[in-house]
């Protein structure tokens, strides 16, 4: 399903919840290294995480026994500060990223069996202390952006910094490309999608009958990323779901019946309701998606080869054709303009481009219209038709004012984020106890104030 924008996770959090879910717990005596207010970082805990850093090629700037020390303190600056400001993590969000982790395990390990061999537990606990670590960055990341919340950068302010910036400092901003898109969805078998509704129904009936359970279902034949927890989705909002789905969900009642089938552009859906709870609800679902045959694709091609042969031929413009043709929906209301999402700019590198359609624009010059080409829609997990229009290629070079207005905006509030949190992290260090036992200095930290 597609959510709101999820959380982000900090590489630094991330790395250092990481590397303790592949040791077992202490059990022996360990050597407390730092004291910070009332907890303790051990030993063994800064070579976990050097031992995972190391194994996954990262660079660390420094002595890693006081770096790494050092990181795990200010996160216990964060995570003391976020109890105070009584900060509670989504449990929705928490989910959705412990589902998405567990997903990456298994795909890139190969099995669920060999997930747990890797990280020497069973997987129930290996999702109990990810649970906890996405938690953890959750609030971390809360903390930070209460903090930076009210920066807002006007065009003096980065008019200010980019002119305070050296000239070995001005960045180089390499080669980019605006562009326009149509795509085309192929059609779909009606008998396909008469095969999928009458499997649902099955299901549905036999739910409904107390013949089967819905999760044991969903874990057997969803096809949607929530399969391993039994298609329950966590508590979400109406506007957490697209319209279709939120529809039907908010409207269910009975958590023992099945809705009826739903169709969203994901495909073709059943939920059940598990639980009401305020303006949210926690249902399951199963989804399954209509497979779509070659010949459709390569329908889907030819139409999309005419259409752009009467752009060409100027029977209507590319502008036009997105509008009344495209099934894209992020561009179509656009002009088919594409959107860097990234940076919210419509300015693309080649490598923030969909690989397939990079491969066509890397050959092309401004104002060429690509041949049709097959792509993937990452987001409904599908292939499309597509034809891209590049419009403009703009040259490497440093950055100017008025080339990369965007691009510099960001530096200086990334800029004015950091030097706000140095702050407040400095603040917070002379209000803390903090020890930090010998055998672990000298050491030029980050911050100022550990050494009282």
């Known amino acids: 399903m597609k959510l709101n924008r999820l959380l982000t996770v900090s590489g630094a959090s991330a790395l250092i919840g990481l590397s303790l879910l592949a040791s077992p717990r202490k059990n ?35 002595d890693p026994y006081c770096v790494l020390p050092e990181q795990m303190a200010v996160e216990k600056l964060y995570l003391h500060q976020a109890k105070l400001d009584t900060i509670e993590p989504p449990e929705s969000q ?14 890139n390990l190969g099995s669920k069996e060999k997930v747990e061999q890797y990280f020497r537990k069973p997987l129930p606990q290996l999702r109990e202390q990810l649970v906890e670590l996405m938690r953890n960055n959750f609030i971390v990341e809360q903390v930070k952006s209460n903090l930076t919340k009210d920066i807002k950068a006007t065009p003096r302010d980065v008019r200010r910094y980019y002119e305070s910036l ?14 326009q ?45 929530s399969a391993m927890q039994g298609g329950e989705l966590g508590f979400h909002g109406k506007a957490d779901f697209v319209p279709e789905f939120s529809n039907v969900a908010f409207n269910l009642n009975d958590p023992k019946k099945v809705s009826r089938i739903v169709e969203t552009e994901f495909g073709f859906h059943i939920i059940q309701l598990i639980e009401k709870r305020g303006e949210q609800v926690n249902v399951r679902h199963i989804l399954l998606r209509p497979k779509v045959s070659q010949e459709d694709l390569n329908n889907a091609v030819v139409r999309l080869d005419s259409l752009g042969n009467e752009i060409k031929n100027g029977k209507f413009t590319f502008e036009e054709a997105a509008r009344y043709v495209s099934q894209d929906k992020d561009s179509r209301n656009n002009k088919g303009i594409m959107m860097n999402m990234q940076t919210g700019s419509t300015r693309f590198e080649m490598q923030d481009l969909p690989p397939e359609v990079a491969t066509q624009i890397e050959k092309m010059q401004p104002g060429d219209i690509s041949a049709p080409f097959i792509m993937k829609d990452q987001q409904r997990n599908r292939d499309v038709a597509a034809i891209v ?21 960001n530096m200086y509030e990334a800029h004015a984020s ?19 036992e010998d055998g672990w200095l000298p050491c030029e930290f980050k911050y100022q104030g550990w050494i009282k």
Not at 94 to 107: C, G, P
């Open 28 to 62: 022996v005596v360990d050597e407390v290294a730092w004291i910070v207010g009332d907890e303790a970082i051990f030993r063994s805990d800064v070579e976990e995480l050097y031992t995972q850093m190391r194994s996954e090629g990262t660079q660390i700037e420094g």
């Open 94 to 107: 928490v989910q959705s990223q412990v589902d998405r982790r567990l997903n990456f395990f298994i795909t």
């Open 418 to 436: 950091e030097q706000i949190l140095r702050d407040w992290v400095e603040k917070k260090i002379k209000e803390t106890h903090v020890r930090i």
């Open 389 to 409: 229009k590049l419009t403009q290629r703009i040259d490497g070079h440093k950055a100017s004012m008025q080339e990369d207005y965007n691009r510099l905006k």
């Open 166 to 179: 050296p000239e070995d400092s001005i960045p180089y901003v390499p080669m980019q490309v605006e562009a």
């Open 181 to 225: 898109i149509i795509t085309l969805n192929p059609s779909v078998q009606r008998q396909e999608v008469e095969d999928i509704k009458a499997r649902l129904r099955d299901y549905a009936d036999r739910v409904n009958r107390g013949d089967a359970d819905f999760a044991t279902l969903a874990i057997m034949y969803s096809e949607d990323g």
